[in-house]
């Protein structure tokens, strides 16, 4: 069974940065396309950022130049360095994968940027 943790959220104040981990378990992690998504107060959904088989990125226009995804296969977990946080990235942020069974997501764990 595919399962995803994310750790690393918490309180920031503005033009700070966190870390967030993804430990992914039940799959071919090395070939694996992750991504994260935040999900703001009373907004929809979010795709961030993702990274795929061969390490190519993607970012969402809103936060490009300001996060960094980046994995490591042999620790089977991605992660999402945040910098220069701002109070519009509060949010609940999830890890996914996507599969040939589905999309499988972590728990989420809380950004919040406030002074």
């Known amino acids: 069974q595919v399962q995803l943790v994310e750790s690393g959220g918490g309180l920031v104040q503005p033009g700070g940065s966190l870390r967030l981990s993804c430990e992914v378990s039940g799959t071919i992690f090395r070939f694996a396309s992750l991504a994260w998504y935040r999900r703001a107060p009373e907004k929809q959904r979010e795709l961030v950022a993702r990274?795929?088989?061969?390490?190519?990125?993607d970012y969402s226009d809103s936060v490009k130049g300001w996060f960094t995804i980046a994995r490591d296969n042999a620790k089977k977990t991605v992660y999402l360095q945040m910098d220069n946080l701002k109070p519009e990235d509060t949010a609940v942020y999830y890890c996914?994968?996507?599969?040939?069974?589905?999309?499988?997501w972590g728990q989420g764990t809380q950004v919040t940027v406030s002074s």
């Open positions: 990274i795929f088989m061969d390490g190519r990125t």
């Open positions: 996914d994968t996507p599969t040939l069974l589905g999309d499988y």
